[in-house]
């Protein structure tokens, strides 16, 4: 491994062990448990999956790796708060969206060289991106890393339910 | 900037945003918000805050950066569980400390090479090493900006209490 393909390394086992550990956390869970708010008042289990089955998916074309599988997600999980559309997935539909958007993803870093890794994602302008190099495909995986954990941290506060 | 350099580089921005979110976080509650639970019966702010910061200072010597400011933190906040311990930290105490520990860190970053950056840290061994060269320090600062958006992530609950 070259100096910088084991800085992607890292940042890439950093990336699936927090896929993984949200993975199992929600999909682990009943759809009766999925309907626990994670503190009175806040959002329930089920929407913040959603909310990060919506980042993921919609993190593959960002990142230039093919189409969503799912954009209707953001009306249920991003656009609208939670409580307030009247149909949404179920558990069962996430795990499955999540377990393919995350292969798709995974497939997908592997075909990216250092070069891609550093060059711009599609929602920003070249002329942005000239001005800001930061805001490339590596800053987005980092980014979107550091999102799964701290949703993920206020998911585990669902544990108090049982206690 | 290299292509080594400008991966480091946004690990470092990451780091650094999830630092600033911390600090202002819990730096603008005052004592006695720093008493609410993110959830009843889970950790106090004061206890989240304590513990992110007893883990800042604790990457001072596994980054091989110093010595450790306050080792008495772990004890407080990452041993024992909240409200265990009699005596601990006020929020002023912990603010002095968090910006301390995060200027020697940010000032530390800047002095490690790219190849100090892939060299293990402190707490594995050079046996360990050898067969997991992923444990370096680069490594590390990713896991810990996670940890940060973690607890981040359930602090931001506190918010219910006033609405």
């Known amino acids: 491994m070259t100096l910088e393909t084991s800085l992607i390394d890292s940042a890439l086992r950093n990336w699936r062990s927090n896929v993984d550990r949200a993975g199992k956390l929600f999909g682990n869970l009943s759809q009766e448990q999925l309907q626990y708010e994670v503190a009175p008042g806040k959002n329930r289990l089920i929407y913040l999956w959603g909310h990060l089955t919506a980042f ?3 993190l593959i074309p960002l990142l230039g790796l093919g189409l969503r599988m799912c954009p209707e997600l953001d009306l249920m999980f991003v656009l609208n708060p939670d409580r307030t559309v009247p149909a949404i997935l ?24 250092v070069a891609d890794w550093l060059q711009k994602h599609s929602a920003v302008s070249e002329e942005d991106f000239l001005r800001e190099p930061h805001r490339n495909r590596f800053t987005v995986v980092l980014g979107r890393t550091v999102h799964i954990a701290y949703h993920v941290g206020q998911a585990k506060l669902w544990e108090r339910v049982q206690t």
């Open 56 to 58: 993921n998916d919609a």
């Open 90 to 113: 179920r558990g069962e539909d996430l795990k499955v969206i999540w377990q393919e958007t995350s292969q798709i993803l995974w497939k997908g870093f592997s075909t990216l060289s």
